[in-house]
């Protein structure tokens, strides 16, 4: 009898042990990507820090040089909200964990720039589901993007490039101290006297003064 009702239940764990089983759920790194700009858009930076690894860097614009480990990505977002960015995702797609994406930049240091948009590329790179390298450039063939850096440029705002650099191993060369050159002046002024009072005096017409005879004391 016992043998009869075992014999039903083991072929039903047999059965259900021969069931495929579910694969985990694999993360969708673009989600990933849009997560984080979504919490940006709204202030969350809770949010935007939930999805980066404790070992993230960010290379782009706001972090130069790069912000290296969680305190500095943290950081750095911190001045975008602070900055009301927002970011409107126009293509982004996924090969293997990199996200290539394209997106509409908008933020009051822009304004303030005269552009009321930019346009960026990104490159975002994830571990096990999280971000761990995140970095975009701006799109410099785009003609409100231009406009901007070059304002950026005249302004010396990071990510500009300065007019003249010193070449590898040499100081900069310091400017003159006023108190310098004015030092400099009287100094010339003073050896010039000094020259000018050591010099005979020239008869005219180039004839040298004659020399007085000697009394004749014979």
Same mark, same amino acid.
């Given at each position: 009898?016992?043998?009869?009702?075992?014999?039903?239940?083991?072929?039903?764990?047999?059965?259900?042990?021969?069931?495929?089983?579910?694969?985990?759920?694999?993360?969708?790194?673009?989600?990933?990507?849009?997560?984080?700009?979504?919490?940006?858009?709204?202030?969350?930076?809770?949010?935007?820090? %939930?999805?980066? &690894?404790?070992?993230?860097?960010?290379?782009?614009?706001?972090? =130069?040089?790069?912000?290296? @480990? $969680? /305190?500095? !990505?943290?950081?750095?977002?911190?001045?975008?909200?602070?900055?009301?960015?927002?970011?409107?995702?126009?293509?982004?797609?996924?090969?293997?964990?990199?996200?290539?994406?394209?997106?509409?930049?908008?933020?009051?240091?822009?304004?303030?720039?005269?552009?009321?948009?930019?346009?960026?590329?990104?490159?975002?790179?994830?571990?096990?589901?999280?971000?761990?390298?995140?970095?975009?450039?701006?799109?410099?063939?785009?003609?409100?993007?231009?406009?901007?850096? %070059?304002?950026? &440029?005249?302004?010396?705002?990071?990510?500009?490039?300065?007019? =003249?650099?010193?070449?590898? @191993? $040499? /100081?900069? !060369?310091?400017?003159?101290?006023?108190?310098?050159?004015?030092?400099?002046?009287?100094?010339?002024?003073?050896?010039?006297?000094v020259r000018g009072a050591r010099?005979?005096?020239?008869?005219?017409?180039?004839?040298?003064?004659?020399?007085?005879?000697?009394?004749?004391?014979?």
């Amino acid at each position: 009898m016992l043998r009869r009702l075992l014999s039903p239940f083991a072929l039903a764990v047999l059965a259900f042990a021969a069931l495929p089983l579910e694969a985990p759920a694999q993360t969708d790194p673009v989600a990933v990507f849009r997560q984080a700009l979504d919490a940006r858009n709204r202030g969350d930076l809770a949010g935007v820090m %939930a999805v980066f &690894a404790d070992d993230a860097v960010r290379q782009d614009g706001s972090c =130069q040089p790069s912000c290296i @480990g $969680e /305190a500095a !990505v943290r950081r750095s977002f911190e001045q975008n909200i602070a900055e009301r960015h927002q970011a409107t995702v126009l293509a982004a797609q996924a090969a293997g964990n990199t996200v290539t994406a394209r997106a509409e930049l908008r933020n009051d240091r822009f304004r303030a720039l005269g552009a009321e948009r930019v346009i960026s590329d990104f490159t975002i790179e994830l571990r096990d589901g999280k971000i761990v390298r995140w970095s975009s450039t701006l799109d410099a063939t785009d003609a409100q993007t231009a406009a901007f850096q %070059a304002a950026r &440029a005249q302004t010396g705002q990071p990510g500009s490039t300065p007019a =003249q650099l010193p070449r590898t @191993g $040499e /100081a900069p !060369v310091p400017s003159a101290s006023p108190w310098l050159v004015l030092g400099s002046l009287l100094l010339a002024v003073g050896v010039g006297v000094v020259r000018g009072a050591r010099t005979p005096t020239r008869v005219s017409g180039g004839a040298r003064p004659r020399a007085t005879p000697a009394p004749n004391r014979s």
